[in-house]
């Protein structure tokens, strides 16, 4: 009964938490965006002390359920758990825990996180770790099957669906997501419970308070036959048949073991004689370990920046000459936009300052999943992997739109509506003199300006020996070309103006981002 | 029971893919929608054919005149859409099935079809004997590179060599008023000499008439038929159809009332061409309460039926072109021209009534004919009005959030506008250079429309309407 209760809750949470990853529209967040909330990590970083409080408490009474129900990550860890079952019955055996190795990923995780390597913190955080497997694996077949929808719909003249586009954000996270889920397979369809018990953070500190909760399963001495049957059900490997022991810090309160006990030796009580839990120590070793990985994320990637760099002053040179008209029809190739090299990288209104996101953000991909404007990706650059970056090509931060800010668990997005959104300046706008049309093509624009949310761009008249550089077609002289004047004190960094900029595949204008956002 | 089972599923399956290919089809038939309508039921006439006389040869011309400018491509839309190849078999077809009915005039350019129109249509036609058909071709010379003698004279020969002919039936000088109006026309065709080659070429019996198609400026139409006892224009093609009879005007100020074009020509004597009877499927894709009126006066007639009775019904008519992609186009003008049923005069007075009523309607006045693409910031300009007119037309244009169903036309304007138009070839990138404006038959001022629309668009998207 208590088993089919937790599977059952676990589903529900398993499904639904999915589902926040699948749903583009974003509908879903308002009944089930307080799954993401209640996750332990993000709880802790978004200071939600209810969340947190409540956890703790539900830890110290239960066990960890938490582990059982809540977490995603674990809960998929049994779904290959139990096909791994299928494969071979009673696959599992005690073992003892290995203290060393889980305390010492707690205490690199906590100094990852004190020294800000935002990176390391998003690879180990369950939660986060699932968000990316969702977002990376299963989101883009969610993605075309709703498109498949969206196609018949528009054959029968339906606006039920609509099509949404599917891209890789970003290949080393999409490497990682994936590399996550064989490992995490393989381990969970052998050995059950292992990574929760050897390596995540949330499960060891979990298991602290586990050893002492009220409620746990208790070995019945005088009814067990020693038959062993819960200890090679175990996927935390936690029972100790021979000493009738179980290990409370790795017991994940599955209730596998009471279903399958066929004397009922095993029941979920307070125990009366207080059986002393064995309490594993060693938190010495923790430190070493942690520096030589911070080191390695220290280093900038100097090299491919520098590569953009020339890239982008060699692309200058190709130009999109309008070409002659001589019959009708037909449309002109439109080549794809390359993102820019920003000095100062991109994130989203009420991310604060780079700092404050870089520390708060998991890196779960739940902003990636619901930005309806492809704006933000995963960042490649080694501190910052996984967490998310903005960049332009594909769509703008449009002024109607707060939903990262809505959906972020972790309170890396503070919450903010559109009017504060469209105040928060999170960059400001450069212009780039020998890309921007008037000068190029000798051709009116003016379409930065045109869309400009705040006004921040008015057009001058184009003066000087510029005038004259290549791509001019005959009789524009009596035209009067204007070139864009940005008002860096106005302009709050959308990049409308990046993304409708007609000049490819580098814009004429784009957007470099500010360390600490303000209000303009 | 197992085999009848069987028997019952594969006829299942069938009546299902019947139904599929029906509702393929219908779907189709909804977007590229030229002329005529798949009024199914009704046989197609085998012969009866309205034919006018040609005062100048004495051509017998059918009065349904095959426009060659909407050939359909092999995805099935038109060759205009997208960049697909023309579907050469289907034109076979088309042309087969067209002169087997009587029509024997067929109107092409070298720019139709991007430029592969002529050829197609010469594939088909050499097929058949040469007195069966009349060839109408242009002097489509809009790039400022072909306005020399030469660039000219080379693009007239290849019309010929495209076409496998070695006459042409009826030419034209195509586009006169387009672009800056008189200026654009002297430099086309007056300040190069090319109208006294045409008319040498006339005399040497390469030509067998000479005339030009009208849009746009009416300075140029007025200055050419001034001129007529030196041109002796044989023919002139117009825009007529009945909305235009007394509102091109108001359409658009830079456009002339196809009435006082009609009459004009009319006082000399000299044949019309008709084009756009439908106003590029517009007439044919009307507004359902006009759908209504047309079906109650005659439930059996097409929508497009009307539009071409019209064009159709004055005597000084030689023939009327539709761009007919489909069979289905093919087979209703069919219906309504093997024999032509003149308009009563109160029926005449009925189509200007519901012109009155479609005026109502604020569409923009494009015909999908495409001249002003490719834009080459990769616009799909025709794709973005005519979306706009679609929702016009649907009531899918709420004027404020307080509309009863704003939030379903909202969807279905946004919806739609990202189907028909990729996002990276709507209005939003239009820079307002302006390049598309002086190809545009009807003088739409595209830029200024297009701007309108994103304006529009981006009120719907952030929900401040």
């Known amino acids: 009964m208590l088993r089919k209760i937790r599977i059952t809750l676990a589903l529900i949470f398993f499904v639904c938490v999915t589902l926040l990853f699948l749903d583009f529209t974003g509908t879903l967040h308002a009944w089930l965006g307080w799954m993401a909330k209640i996750q332990f990590f993000p709880a802790v970083l978004a200071l939600n002390a209810g969340v947190i409080v409540a956890l703790v408490l539900l830890t110290l009474i239960f066990g960890r359920v938490y582990c059982s129900v809540i977490c995603p990550l674990g809960v998929m860890q049994d779904v290959f758990a139990w096909l791994g079952k299928k494969q071979k019955k009673n696959r599992y055996t005690y073992s003892k825990a290995k203290s060393w190795l889980r305390y010492a990923m707690l205490g690199l995780f906590i100094i990852a996180l004190i020294a800000g390597v935002g990176s390391f913190v998003a690879l180990l955080e369950p939660y986060s770790a699932y968000g990316r497997i969702a977002s990376n694996i299963l989101a883009p077949v969610y993605g075309w099957i709703n498109n498949l929808f969206a196609l018949i719909a528009e054959r029968a003249d339906s606006y039920a669906f609509y099509s949404t586009d599917v891209w890789l954000k970003s290949l080393p996270t999409f490497i990682i997501a994936a590399v996550m889920l064989v490992l995490i397979a393989v381990l969970a369809w052998r050995n059950g419970r292992t990574w929760c018990n050897t390596i995540c953070p949330v499960g060891t500190f979990l298991s602290f308070l586990a050893r002492f909760s009220w409620l746990k399963p208790v070995i019945d001495t005088d009814k067990c036959i020693s038959c062993r049957k819960c200890e090679r059900n175990c996927k935390a490997s936690c029972i100790d048949i021979a000493n009738h022991k179980i290990d409370y810090s790795r017991c994940v309160t599955c209730m596998d073991c009471i279903g399958n006990c066929p004397k009922d030796a095993i029941s979920y009580i307070h125990p009366k004689k207080a059986a002393a839990p064995a309490v594993t120590g060693g938190q010495a070793e923790a430190a070493s370990g942690a520096d030589r990985k911070a080191d390695k994320a220290e280093s900038v990637d100097t090299a491919r920046r520098g590569f953009l760099t020339a890239s982008l002053m060699a692309a200058t040179a190709v130009t999109v000459k309008a070409q002659e008209k001589k019959v009708d029809g037909g449309l002109a190739v439109i080549e794809d936009k390359v993102i820019p090299d920003r000095l100062v990288p991109l994130v989203p209104p009420g991310a604060v300052s780079l700092r404050h996101f870089a520390q708060y953000c998991t890196g779960c991909q739940l902003c990636v999943s619901v930005c309806p404007n492809g704006v933000l990706r995963p960042a490649t650059d080694l501190m910052r992997m996984m967490q998310p970056e903005m960049s332009y090509e594909r769509g703008y931060c449009r002024p109607e739109c707060t939903k990262c800010s809505e959906v972020c668990p972790a309170g890396a997005i503070r919450p903010i509506d559109k009017a504060e959104k469209s105040s928060t300046q999170i960059g400001h706008a450069e212009w780039v003199m020998h890309n921007c049309i008037p000068v190029r093509d000798g051709q009116e624009c003016g379409n930065c300006a045109r869309h400009c949310p705040t006004g921040a761009i008015q057009m001058v008249p184009l003066k000087g020996h510029h005038r004259h550089r290549g791509g001019r077609e005959e009789g524009n002289d009596g035209k009067n070309l204007m070139i864009p004047a940005v008002n860096t004190e106005k302009c709050i960094g959308c990049g409308a103006c990046e993304n409708l900029c007609p000049a490819r595949p580098f814009s004429a204008i784009y957007v470099v981002g500010h360390e600490v956002h303000r209000t303009v | ?465």
């Open chain 2, 1 to 465: 029971m197992e085999k009848k089972n069987d028997i019952s599923r594969r006829e299942f399956l069938k009546t299902a893919g019947a139904a599929g290919a029906l509702s393929l089809g219908l779907a189709a038939c909804g977007d590229g929608r030229t002329a005529g309508s798949a009024s199914g039921s009704q046989a197609v006439p085998s012969g009866g054919m309205t034919y006018r006389t040609n005062p100048t040869t004495g051509d017998k011309v059918s009065l349904l005149g095959y426009g060659c400018m909407r050939w359909p491509s092999v995805g099935g839309r038109s060759a205009r859409e997208g960049n697909e190849e023309i579907d050469q078999e289907m034109v076979n077809r088309l042309v087969d099935f067209a002169i087997e009915h009587g029509v024997n005039y067929f109107d092409t350019s070298p720019a139709y079809c991007r430029g592969t129109s002529e050829r197609a249509t010469g594939i088909a036609l050499s097929r058949h004997p040469r007195e069966k058909y009349l060839i109408a071709t242009k002097m489509s010379n809009f790039a400022p590179s072909t306005w020399t003698r030469e660039g000219a004279v080379a693009m007239y020969h290849n019309s010929m060599k495209e076409l496998q002919v070695d006459y042409l039936d009826y030419y034209l000088l195509h586009g006169i008023g387009m672009g800056s109006g008189m200026e654009e026309m002297m430099a086309r065709y007056f300040d190069n000499g090319i109208i006294d080659f045409l008319m040498e070429e006339r005399k040497a019996g390469r030509i067998r008439n000479l005339g030009f198609s009208y849009h746009g400026d009416v300075k140029c139409f007025d200055w050419l038929l001034e001129r007529h006892d030196v041109y002796k224009w044989d023919f002139v093609q117009i825009q007529l159809n009945y909305l235009d009879w007394k509102y091109a005007k108001q359409i658009n100020p830079r456009n002339t009332d196809a009435e006082y074009l009609y009459n004009a020509l009319a006082e000399r004597g000299i044949p019309a061409i008709i084009m756009e009877p439908l106003l590029g499927g517009r007439l044919s894709n009307v507004p359902d309460n006009i759908v209504a009126q047309f079906k109650e006066r005659d439930p059996q007639s097409s929508v497009a039926s009307w539009a071409f009775r019209f064009a159709g019904s004055l005597s000084g008519v030689l023939t009327v072109l539709s761009g007919m992609t489909r069979m289905e186009h093919l087979q209703d003008n069919l219906r309504t021209y093997c024999p032509l049923n003149p308009l009563t005069d109160e029926e005449f007075q009925f189509l200007q009534d519901t012109a009155t009523r479609m005026m109502q309607f604020d569409t923009i006045p494009c015909n999908d004919c495409k001249y002003c693409m490719p834009c080459p910031y990769g616009l799909d300009i025709p794709a973005i009005l005519l979306h706009y007119n679609k929702c016009l037309n649907e009531g899918n244009i709420p004027e404020s959030s307080t509309d009863p169903e704003y939030r379903k036309a909202r969807r279905a304007y946004l919806v739609g506008y990202d189907r028909s138009v990729p996002r990276l070839r709507q209005a939003s990138h239009c820079i307002g250079c302006g390049q598309c404006s002086p190809h545009c038959p009807q003088r739409i001022d595209i830029p200024a429309e297009l701007h309108r629309i994103d304006a529009y668009v981006e009120r719907l998207r952030q929900n401040t309407l």
